[in-house]
């Protein structure tokens, strides 16, 4: 058989469309060199080429005639080990075992398994979010997992990545939140409610502001020195503002999300630009006023009964909301970062107000190359189908949430490995119960709602975190239990495919790399989980019909072992870019 050459890439479905493309340029000519040969899974072969069919009205030809014609100028033969012209005009193309088992090869001595570096781009990610002296609820869970987990994709994929905890730090309710630090005292146990439990701080300050008098007057006054940028004030403020770090650090710590203090970008920073953002867009024609606010009317952009509605910039009381803000924001990422693309972790109700901040910012030219993205996330829901709540109708604090997932996954572990020093069983219910959480949301469509339960997402059977958690642990199992007996794989023994379950856990393995970089183009984590539940479930049925340990034959195991050891790579780097931990026993 011919080599494969070492610079083709490891993806079959990659390898397969640059030979196709070959073949339609020697049969059509140059220009058909680019042509999308059309590369899909097909269950007649491996793969199936359709490229035919697209291309029977720009050739005027019958398809069946052009794919014979790309047939016979297809060199696949050190690729595939059948050809076939089917149906209407598709190539069905069948792999060679060796060529699989030799990619295999490839992808267990490449750091990288096999995960390609495209064109490297500028990405800002716009997650998580949360609100200074307010506590995080189940609300923030998925604009911070899914954010995370696109982070690290895209880091990975060599883009550069900045992250953009876009926090809420400013406006009208820091003045009570100001007033209310003062009278209690900095170093007074109220105070420390900031790290352990915002929600109480907030609500003695809403307390003493809805009872109006003196304390209310005060907190009116304090927000326009805040405003006014007063010395005093703003030195209360941050002290107020890194309280709540506090209590953000220790949720992203238990969470194992990637945030940190560097990557706090909150409504503050743009206070100074936020006059100048209403000028250049009033200068511009795109901002007037109405009604005494400055706003923006988009054209597309209307409500009931037809009315136009208002991107709102400046208030008739001259005070800025959200939208000036994200204008400010958007325009710094485009023209300071200078960002390719802008993802924006954000709720799927605030879709139309980010399209009318994505409009207006196109429309005042500030974006040029940019691409703004609303990366939608949709709702957490409870048993009865509504938005997730406690019995008191309150949102779910995600602090509680997350300890809850660690006790569940306790009480788990602590049953069925009892023989295990405490401190490991509760290392793993860490990773099990976290991971849990997690992957129950990245497994479904980030703009689609899913319902909580913990039974579900702590199950060891089914598409979960455990399942793969569990899997990846049995790997290691085997892997230790094959070096305790000595015959372990040497580095660099060869892969072998022979038997059925072998040839799908190779040809299951080599799609990792296309479906890492599908993520990252599509920003959808969910295809990640997808792919690594596939893999686990192919590495079972692969463990059941072939032995490893037990092989007879030395080659035959030591390859076997070769495929444990590839099959724990890709598991352990797939759930890494999640942020899944892999514990190494359950």
Request: charged residues 20%; negative net charge.
């Amino acid at each position: 058989m011919p080599a494969a050459t070492q610079d083709s890439p490891l993806d079959p479905a990659a390898a397969l469309t640059a030979r196709v493309q070959q073949a339609m340029a020697a049969a059509f000519g140059p220009e058909y060199a680019a042509a999308d040969p059309v590369i899909r899974p097909s269950q007649f072969a491996d793969f199936q080429a359709n490229a035919a069919l697209p291309l029977a009205k720009r050739l005027g030809r019958k398809p069946r005639d052009i794919a014979t014609a790309i047939a016979g100028q297809l060199q696949v033969e050190d690729i595939c080990r059948e050809v076939e012209i089917s149906g209407p005009g598709f190539l069905n193309l069948t792999l060679r075992d060796d060529w699989i088992g030799l990619q295999a090869d490839r992808q267990l001595a490449d750091a990288r398994l096999g995960v390609p570096t495209p064109t490297p781009q500028r990405i800002p990610i716009d997650y998580s979010a949360p609100n200074v002296a307010k506590e995080m609820h189940v609300g923030h869970l998925r604009t911070t997992v899914v954010g995370d987990s696109l982070a690290r994709t895209l880091g990975h994929l060599g883009h550069t990545v900045i992250r953009q905890n876009h926090i809420g730090d400013w406006g009208t309710p820091f003045g009570m939140l100001i007033e209310h630090l003062l009278e209690v005292g900095e170093d007074s146990a109220d105070a420390a409610l900031l790290a352990t439990d915002p929600n109480a701080f907030y609500q003695a300050a809403r307390e003493k502001f809805d009872g109006g008098g003196d304390f209310a007057d005060r907190a009116r006054l304090r927000v326009v020195s805040l405003q006014g940028g007063d010395a005093d004030t703003l030195t209360i403020w941050t002290d107020l503002v890194d309280l709540s770090k506090g209590y953000f650090n220790r949720i992203y710590a238990q969470l194992g999300v990637t945030l940190t203090d560097a990557d706090l970008m909150g409504e503050s920073r743009y206070n100074d630009v936020l006059a100048d953002i209403c000028d250049e867009l009033e200068a511009k024609g795109l901002a007037v006023v109405s009604e005494g606010a400055l706003c923006v009317f988009l054209e597309g952009f209307t409500g009931r009964e037809g009315k136009p509605v208002p991107l709102i910039i400046r208030k008739s009381d001259g005070g800025y909301g959200y939208g000036t803000t994200d204008l400010a924001t958007i325009k710094y990422r485009a023209q300071q970062l200078h960002a390719d693309r802008i993802a924006y972790v954000i709720g799927s109700p605030q879709h139309l107000h980010l399209q009318m901040v994505f409009t207006t910012a196109r429309l005042a030219g500030w974006l040029g190359g940019t691409e703004p993205i609303h990366v939608q996330i949709g709702n957490v829901l409870g048993s009865d189908g509504k938005i997730l709540r406690t019995r008191s109708g309150a949102p779910v604090r995600l602090g509680a949430l997350l300890d809850e997932a660690v006790e569940r996954a306790s009480a788990v572990v602590d049953t069925a490995r009892p023989e295990l020093d405490p401190a490991v069983r509760a290392e793993i219910a860490q990773a099990v119960g976290i991971g849990a959480v997690k992957y129950a949301d990245l497994s479904v469509a980030h703009d689609t709602e899913y319902t909580f339960d913990f039974d579900r997402m702590l199950a060891l059977s089914g598409n979960t975190g455990p399942y793969l958690q569990y899997a990846a642990a049995r790997i290691r199992s085997i892997l230790r239990r094959a070096a305790e007996q000595g015959v372990a794989a040497e580095p660099g023994t060869a892969i072998l495919i022979d038997e059925k379950a072998e040839r799908a856990l190779g040809l299951g393995l080599l799609g990792f790399g296309a479906t890492v970089e599908e993520v990252g183009e599509l920003l959808e984590p969910h295809r990640l989980c997808a792919y690594l539940f596939r893999l686990a479930q192919t590495f079972t049925a692969f463990y059941d019909a072939c032995p490893v340990l037990k092989a007879e034959d030395p080659q035959v195991r030591a390859s076997r072992l070769q495929l444990c050891a590839l099959t724990l790579a890709v598991l352990v780097q797939g759930l890494d870019l999640l942020g899944v931990t892999s514990p190494e026993q359950m």
